[in-house]
Structure formats: C-alpha cells, structure tokens
C-alpha cells in the first residue's frame, strides 16, 4: 500500500514539474511570437517612412511633373511589395516557433509554391498580382490621375500589387482589385476636347451665332493658356422640334475641358443676349374646330 501511494505522489510530482516545464515553453513561444510581430511592424513603418521622404523631395521640387507622380506610384508599390514580404516571413517565422516549420517546408518541398497557393484557392489573388504588374510595367496610370474604370470615376490615390485605389469626386474611396481592371480611360493624359453645345431657336442667322461662337472662343484662348488649338465651330449637328444645336470644339490640356466648357457657355449665352440670338422655346399650334 505504501509502495502504491508512493508511486502516487510521484506521479503527481512529475505532472507538477511537466506543467511547469510546459508553461515555461508557452511563455518563451509567446514572447518570441510577440518579438516577430513587433519586428515586422517596425519594418514595415520604417520602409513606410523612408519612401515618404523620398517621395516628399521629388515633390518638393517639381509638384506637378511626371517625376512626382511616379514618386508617388513608387511608394505605394514598394509599400505593399514590402509589407506582403514581411508578412510572409513574419508568418514562416510563427510557425516555426510553434513547431510547424519542418511540416511547411516539407510541403513547400513537395508541391512547390505554386501548388500551395492554387491548393489554397488563391487564384485570384495571383491575377490581381500579376495584372497589377502588367499596369505598372507599363505604365498604364500613377498616383494623382484622373481615370476611370468600369463605372467608378476619379483620382488615383494608390496602385499597390493587388488593388487599386480611386478617390471620387464625391469623396467616396473605392477599392478595384487589380485583377477585375479591363479599361481604364486615363483623363490626364494627352489634349482633351472642350466641347460646347450651344441650342437656338430655329429662326436664328446661323452665321452670325456661329462667329459668335468663334469669337468668345478666341478671346477666351487669348487670355488662358491651356488652349492647345483654335476653337472650330462645326456647325448645326442636331435638329429638335423648336431648336437647332450648334457645336464648338477646342482642345484643351488635360483635365480642363469641363472648367472650359462651362466658362464659354457663360460667355457664349452673354454675347447672344448682346446681340439678339434667341435661345429655344417650345412652340405650339392650337387648332381650333
């Protein structure tokens, strides 16, 4: 009997002194978890902060050069090329401290990274990568332009491997993974056309309206340097049931097409009111029986 309670308290010893051999292991494990995490995140902050200063001085010296944009591009891409890297290792790493880091490299080994991933279900992901890739390459849009893409409308604020971010107008942010872009229509690139619209009534001289025309279009292009051509009045391209339509074109720089065309309707409609040029109404005839 006292043989057996004596094997008892051994036993109940040695589970004492495992429990706490084990929590020892717990509490080293965690620690060097935390470490690894701690590590990535001062990694991760440290690229974040040395791209901005250099983003910061190409800025500085030329805003709105083609250098600046691509700066800001830069940043956002080496930003998320940067941040994928350490979490990748920052998670090899976990799983090495917990012991599953034979286990991942035996698999690595056996099936190859590509096999893991598309094991994974992450094809997808590999599309947005390399369709983020082929945009970058060639240069396809950069931090700051106005582009539009499918129905969303807006300014880049970053392009990173995997997603593509706008601002619009509106304010909304929108997030378009790189992998579902198919057009993109970049506005800030290239001369635009400024094109004015201008409805009048059907009696209206339509060479007088259109000299008009021309004339607020060069004196606008007098006193504004983002004409790139003279103005070109087309002439009528519509007809309605009390109005014709009379176009003007002018190519402008990018992106201040609508600022031009809402400034020549002013003074457009301002010079047919000074010299007698109606703007449509709608007509009826009643039949009395």
């Known amino acids: 009997m006292s043989k057996f309670f004596s094997n008892v308290l051994t036993n109940i010893s040695d589970f004492f002194d495992n429990i706490g051999q084990y929590a020892d292991d717990?509490?080293?494990?965690?620690?060097?978890?935390?470490?690894?995490?701690?590590?990535?995140?001062?990694?991760?902050?440290?690229?974040k902060r040395v791209t901005r200063r250099v983003v910061?001085?190409?800025?500085?010296?030329?805003?709105?050069?083609?250098?600046?944009?691509?700066?800001?591009?830069?940043?956002?891409?080496?930003n998320s090329i940067v941040k994928y890297a350490i979490y990748f290792f920052a998670v090899m790493g976990?799983?090495?401290?917990?012991?599953?880091?034979?286990?991942?490299?035996?698999?690595?080994?056996?099936?190859?990274?590509g096999g893991i991933v598309i094991a994974l279900g992450a094809q997808s992901l590999v599309k947005d990568i390399m369709s983020g890739m082929f945009m970058?390459?060639?240069?396809?849009?950069?931090?700051?332009?106005?582009?539009?893409?499918?129905?969303?409308?807006?300014?880049?604020?970053?392009?990173t491997l995997r997603t593509t971010t706008i601002i619009k107008f509106t304010g909304e942010f929108v997030t378009i993974p790189n992998g579902s872009i198919d057009t993109?229509?970049?506005?800030?690139?290239?001369?635009?056309?400024?094109?004015?619209?201008?409805?009048?009534?059907?009696?209206?001289?339509?060479?007088l309206a259109g000299k008009l025309m021309q004339d607020a279009g060069l004196d606008y292009m007098a006193a504004h340097d983002n004409?790139?051509?003279?103005?070109?009045?087309?002439?009528?391209?519509?007809?309605?049931?009390?109005?014709?339509?009379?176009?003007?074109?002018?190519?402008?720089?990018?992106?201040?097409?609508?600022?031009?065309?809402?400034?020549?309707?002013?003074?457009?409609?301002?010079?047919?009111d000074k010299n007698g040029v109606t703007l449509p109404f709608p007509h009826r005839i009643v039949v009395n029986k």
């Open 227 to 272: 004409i790139l051509e003279e103005p070109r009045v087309l002439g009528i391209i519509e007809f309605g049931d009390s109005e014709m339509v009379l176009r003007m074109i002018m190519r402008v720089t990018p992106l201040t097409h609508w600022e031009t065309e809402r400034a020549l309707r002013r003074i457009i409609k301002e010079a047919f």
């Open 94 to 113: 976990i799983l090495g401290v917990v012991g599953l880091g034979d286990v991942i490299s035996s698999m690595l080994a056996a099936a190859g990274i």
């Open 56 to 78: 910061k001085k190409q800025t500085d010296r030329k805003p709105n050069s083609a250098i600046a944009k691509k700066a800001g591009t830069v940043q956002t891409v080496t």
């Open 184 to 207: 993109v229509i970049n506005y800030s690139r290239g001369g635009h056309l400024a094109i004015i619209d201008m409805p009048v009534s059907l009696d209206t001289d339509i060479e």
């Open 136 to 159: 970058l390459f060639e240069n396809q849009l950069t931090v700051g332009e106005y582009v539009k893409i499918a129905d969303n409308e807006g300014t880049v604020e970053s392009i």
């Open 26 to 47: 717990v509490l080293i494990a965690l620690i060097k978890i935390a470490g690894i995490i701690v590590l990535a995140g001062i990694i991760i902050a440290v690229v």
